[in-house]
């Protein structure tokens, strides 16, 4: 038995596929028109059990590890759910895991490890923003990537000069997933010279004086998922807002990419996996010609290899994801499973929008709307290119 197909998990899938068909089907059209999904959604998700999976309880959340918040992700979306949806409701798996390993607790099945923030400073964060959030109350977003950045962390721009109790933030970040509804923002500062790379995490709350949240960035998929650009004007941010020890958060960013880059792998196998059952029953519905396409051997073919390559990238990522969970450093390992994921996912959601011909490019078909979403799983968390970098470099290259 796989270790994702336990009996808790397989209750867990349960209870995740129940809030999705009671939750979410009824409503995601108009989500995915409206731009964003509401703030009550997090609420109800949170007294499901859902948003805390993977969160230790002693910071409130519901417990778990990495597995687990594969599974959940995974039913999500084989459930009629959508990346985008994963995005704009579990944007909180980015915005709190530094704060939590900053202040000790076990997270996603490793330890993270202090960062020298100091046992009251990093316990003022927990209590005053990551247990609201898991709650469902508040609504958090990570803010790293800027307007002339892209991959390069090291080179971000936004700077933090400390006055005093304070710090005065000045810069801007784009792309920020959940950026127009997000209470506070996990932001990438530079603490010395732009571009040095001597990075610090900080949290600024929406309202700060001289920070802005910009135009709705409108995108090819993804659509429920509300994304922003933000300013920062000699905006004065708390050192009690800061994230471990100054000058840790390259280190801190690195730590939390594998389950970002695990997060996006899975949500690429699960829409294939989703894909791959939209086509069949398509092609086993519809006829041409006084027979159905599933009767067709060119149709059964291409289903199968489909069906193939989302079954292989599956269990890929969860090789990989067991180690990952046990603390194994497999940096290289997510990058392979990345790609391997998004891989799949793009031949597939192609091939079942294809299958499903004219009807297939229609708003009103649910493969549209994961063809759309499929486009940015090779973008963010690290191109399909940085992984390639980062593999070519495991093998001595």
């Known amino acids: 038995m796989s270790i994702v197909d336990t009996p808790e998990r397989r209750q867990l899938r ?69 990346s985008g949806l994963v995005a704009a409701l579990f944007t909180h798996g980015i915005a709190l895991p530094h704060m939590v390993a900053a202040a000790g607790a076990r997270l996603g099945g490793s330890l993270g490890g202090r960062l020298g923030g100091g046992p009251a400073l990093d316990q003022n964060l927990i209590d005053r923003y990551v247990r609201p959030t898991l709650a469902g109350t508040m609504i958090g977003a990570l803010a790293i990537t800027e307007p002339d950045g892209g991959s390069d962390v090291a080179s971000i721009r936004t700077t933090a000069r400390r006055h005093g109790d ?28 732009p571009g040095s790379g001597e990075l610090t995490l900080l949290v600024i709350e929406k309202g700060t004086p001289g920070f802005t949240v910009g135009r709705r960035l409108e995108k090819l998929g993804w659509h429920c998922s509300d994304t922003a650009e933000l300013s920062f004007v000699d905006s004065p941010v708390p050192v009690t807002n800061r994230i471990g020890a100054e000058n840790t958060g390259f280190l801190a960013i690195m730590q939390h990419f594998a389950t970002e880059r695990l997060s996006l792998a899975t949500q690429a196998y699960a829409t294939a996996q989703r894909c791959v059952e939209l086509a069949t029953r398509w092609c086993r519905d ?112």
Not at 296 to 305: C, T, V
Not at 323 to 342: H, L, Q, R, Y
Not at 365 to 376: C, L, P, S, T, W
């Open 14 to 82: 349960e209870l995740t596929r129940a809030f999705v068909t009671r939750e979410v089907l009824p409503h995601l059209d108009d989500w995915e028109r409206a731009g964003e999904v509401p703030r009550s959604l997090h609420e109800t998700a949170a007294k499901t059990g859902l948003l805390g999976v993977g969160f230790p309880e002693s910071v409130g959340g519901s417990g778990g590890d990495l597995l687990d918040s594969i599974v959940v992700t995974e039913e999500i979306i084989r459930s009629g759910g959508s």
């Open 166 to 193: 304070h710090y005065v933030v000045n810069g801007a970040k784009t792309y920020i997933t959940s950026g127009h509804r997000a209470d506070f923002v996990t932001t990438a500062v530079c603490t010395d010279f």
């Open 286 to 397: 519809r006829s041409t010609f006084g027979r159905p396409l599933a009767s067709r051997q060119l149709i059964r073919h291409r289903l199968a290899e489909m069906h193939t390559r989302a079954e292989a990238a599956r269990a890929c990522v969860h090789d990989v994801a067991e180690w990952v969970a046990a603390g194994e450093p497999v940096v290289t390992e997510v990058a392979m499973a990345k790609n391997v994921a998004v891989s799949a996912c793009d031949f597939v959601v192609d091939a079942a929008l294809q299958l499903h011909g004219g009807f297939g490019y229609l708003r009103d078909a649910e493969v549209e709307r994961h063809y759309r979403d499929a486009r940015i799983l090779g973008i963010g968390g690290g191109t399909t290119e940085i992984m390639n970098e980062i593999i070519a470099k495991g093998m001595g290259l």
